[in-house]
């Protein structure tokens, strides 16, 4: 019994800790203002759907354009005729998905304040950094774009956050491209998260080509780290895009996962084939078993950036970022 009460103390401590280390953002302005383009777009009498698009093009100059040709992937040698059918096909296969976006989304303004909160901390810890003011919500191809962020603007696709059961994700047409593991976190939770991860990337793109395994995971760790300082409050398992139990149970074979790199040598290694196993998505880590879930390189790489920060307090989030990985990990001696 008083272990159980000396782990559940620890575990308030713990928990105590960390909320006084969520600096006060409160204070910090961020203007955020959200357009809801799938609204406008799914408005259009499609008896005029040529003059009533271009006018859509011209409210949304910089979106509207790259909807209709990126993400629609409209020709423009197509003709008129051709392009008005396109559209209204497009229109009216996707009712079912805009009519759920709209019961799910009909108010914006929760998620609307989530990414702000987010921004703040973005904007608390790079005062330089020049964020997004902008939130335009859209419906695309439940096959193609998701969240994007450009210049000033979150990109939020609804079609990718209608929860994980929604049927569409279940057809072919996604499957190929999004299979389960992935459209269980289509959910509108992600959306603050896709966001964020947009902004982590868009700081410090990857440039993980031909770097051994070790390298390439403590890369994905770091920024799994400043994931979590933008979204203080967001629990650990939606960082990384398992379930609670999967999390869970990381943390519990904590040691085992180490061993997995440690024993067969896999940490020096520069092979791609090899190194995509477990720090790219995917269903499971077969070596662990069939509940063990991909990507477990980037969680055990999270692990030793977490310990270092945890030993090196006075080290900034860039000069974090900026820093030479193997000299980080034989600094910290991480050992599970």
């Known amino acids: 019994m008083r272990f159980i009460i000396s782990l559940i103390l620890l ?17 910090v302005k961020v203007t955020l203002t959200t357009q809801r383009f799938e609204q406008s777009f799914f408005s259009i009498d499609t008896n005029q759907i040529i003059p009533q698009v271009d006018a859509l093009i011209a ?6 354009e790259n909807f209709m040709g990126t993400i629609l992937g409209l020709d423009p040698k ?10 209204k096909q497009f229109i009216v296969f996707n ?37 997004p003011t902008k939130i335009i919500t859209y419906i695309g191809p439940a096959d193609g774009y998701g969240d994007i962020l450009d210049e000033d603007v979150f990109y939020v696709g609804l079609h990718a956050h209608l929860g ?11 499957q190929e491209i999004y299979p389960d593991y992935i459209t269980a976190r289509f959910t509108p939770d992600y959306i603050v998260v896709n966001c964020m991860k947009n902004i982590v990337l868009d700081m410090y793109p990857e440039k993980n080509e031909d770097k051994r395994l070790l390298i390439q995971m403590i890369e994905k760790g770091k920024r799994l780290y400043l994931l979590n300082k933008f979204l203080p409050e967001t629990p650990e398992h939606q960082l990384i895009g398992y379930t609670v139990a999967q999390l869970k149970d990381c943390y519990e074979h904590e040691a085992v996962i180490w061993n997995l790199f440690t024993q067969n040598n896999f940490l020096q290694t520069a092979d791609n084939n090899l190194i995509k196993n477990y720090v790219s998505e995917g269903p499971k ?43 980080l990990y034989q600094t910290t001696k991480y050992k599970p």
């Open 164 to 174: 994980a059961n929604f049927a569409m994700y279940k057809t072919g047409m996604v």
């Open 78 to 87: 197509w003709s008129a005729d051709t392009t008005a059918l396109f559209l």
């Open 59 to 64: 409210k949304y100059p910089s979106f509207g």
């Open 11 to 27: 575990a308030v401590l713990f928990s105590c800790n960390n909320q006084h280390k969520i600096p006060d953002v409160s204070n």
């Open 285 to 327: 880590t077969a070596e662990l078993g069939e509940k063990a879930p991909g990507n477990i390189g980037s969680f055990a790489g999270w692990q030793i950036v977490k310990k270092y920060m945890q030993n090196n307090t006075e080290v900034k989030l860039d000069s974090l970022m900026r820093m030479d990985c193997e000299k």
């Open 95 to 131: 009712k079912t998905v805009y009519d759920t976006s709209q019961k799910l989304f009909s108010d914006f303004s929760t998620y609307e304040a989530q990414i702000k909160k987010a921004l703040q901390f973005v904007k608390y810890y790079y005062p330089q950094y020049k964020i």
